[in-house]
């Protein structure tokens, strides 16, 4: 019923119960996640899970907060890991000038190199974006042919038609349950119902009425009910369009 089309069960906040979690997803009604890497360890941990149970699948990538540390030697390596066949995305990859962990250039640069990447392996891709979208849209403009998300969309509508307008998709998380997301909800209601997603970002972003807690994809069904009340349709419409759009993207056929 459910498409988490973005989590990390690698995060050491699942060392204690991660098996058991994940056991419980089909009873919750989730029946799809996307494992979405950070750095290249965490990409080997996520194809793991994927090995592990069926309904999980994995992206391939560095984050920007990680691009200090890859080499050209890099780019090679997430080559070979997007060769397996549950490795269906690029990312999660993009800019972050908010907490810069990286020197910009060096984010542009490393940026930039995974998307020629998603090019060659004509894989989708999974884009990170923090207090840099200038910049984002500089570099991403170079990229139109690829299909692309923006994961956990936040921005303004005319940030939304530019991306839109490429043919690429939106993500909502948590984000959109919490009082001040206006711009995010005018977004929500106004978009194409066929370029839209949800996720969780676990274990980050948990949305009301658990904030504060460890989020996982059993959330899901908080973030889905807000999509159906800003969208005006059930909940059950609401899960499957996100459900049909994040199979469309990242080419999964089963479930």
Not at 232 to 255: C, D, P, V, Y
């Given at each position: 019923?459910?498409?988490?089309?973005?989590?990390?069960?690698?995060?050491?906040?699942?060392?204690?119960?991660?098996?058991?979690?994940?056991?419980?997803?089909?009873?919750?009604?989730?029946?799809?996640?996307?494992?979405?890497?950070?750095?290249?360890?965490?990409?080997?941990?996520?194809?793991?899970?994927?090995?592990?149970?069926?309904?999980?699948?994995?992206?391939?990538?560095?984050?920007?907060?990680?691009?200090?540390?890859?080499?050209?030697?890099?780019?090679?390596?997430?080559?070979?890991?997007?060769?397996?066949?549950?490795?269906?995305?690029?990312?999660?990859?993009?800019?972050?000038?908010?907490?810069?962990?990286?020197?910009?250039?060096?984010?542009?640069?490393?940026?930039?190199?995974?998307?020629?990447?998603?090019?060659?392996?004509?894989?989708?891709?999974?884009?990170?974006?923090?207090?840099?979208?200038?910049?984002?849209?500089?570099?991403?403009?170079?990229?139109?042919?690829?299909?692309?998300?923006?994961?956990?969309?936040?921005?303004?509508?005319?940030?939304?038609?530019?991306?839109?307008?490429?043919?690429?998709?939106?993500?909502?998380?948590?984000?959109?349950?919490?009082?001040?997301?206006?711009?995010?909800?005018?977004?929500?209601?106004?978009?194409?119902?066929?370029?839209?997603?949800?996720?969780?970002?676990?274990?980050?972003l948990t949305p009301e009425p658990n904030r504060g807690r460890r989020n996982s994809s059993l959330n899901l069904r908080y973030i889905t009910e807000k999509v159906a009340q800003v969208r005006?349709?059930?909940?059950?419409?609401?899960?499957?369009?996100?459900?049909?759009?994040?199979?469309?993207?990242?080419?999964?056929?089963?479930?």
């Open positions: 019923m459910y498409f988490d089309t973005h989590a990390h069960y690698e995060d050491r906040r699942f060392n204690e119960d991660r098996g058991a979690l994940l056991s419980s997803m089909k009873d919750a009604g989730v029946t799809l996640i996307l494992n979405a890497a950070s750095t290249v360890q965490s990409a080997r941990f996520g194809l793991k899970l994927a090995d592990e149970y069926p309904f999980i699948y994995a992206s391939v990538g560095v984050h920007p907060h990680d691009a200090k540390s890859m080499t050209d030697d890099t780019v090679t390596e997430l080559e070979k890991l997007l060769s397996h066949p549950k490795a269906m995305a690029v990312g999660e990859i993009g800019l972050d000038y908010y907490r810069d962990f990286s020197p910009r250039d060096v984010q542009k640069k490393r940026f930039r190199q995974q998307l020629e990447l998603a090019r060659r392996v004509k894989k989708p891709v999974i884009i990170h974006e923090r207090d840099a979208l200038l910049d984002t849209l500089d570099v991403i403009g170079d990229f139109r042919d690829l299909t692309a998300v923006l994961h956990c969309f936040s921005g303004s509508w005319e940030t939304a038609k530019t991306i839109l307008d490429m043919g690429w998709y939106l993500s909502f998380a948590g984000v959109i349950t919490f009082n001040n997301a206006r711009r995010a909800l005018e977004v929500l209601e106004k978009m194409p119902k066929d370029r839209l997603l949800i996720e969780t970002d676990c274990p980050y005006g349709i059930t909940h059950e419409e609401a899960a499957a369009i996100t459900m049909e759009n994040g199979k469309r993207l990242f080419g999964i056929s089963s479930q």
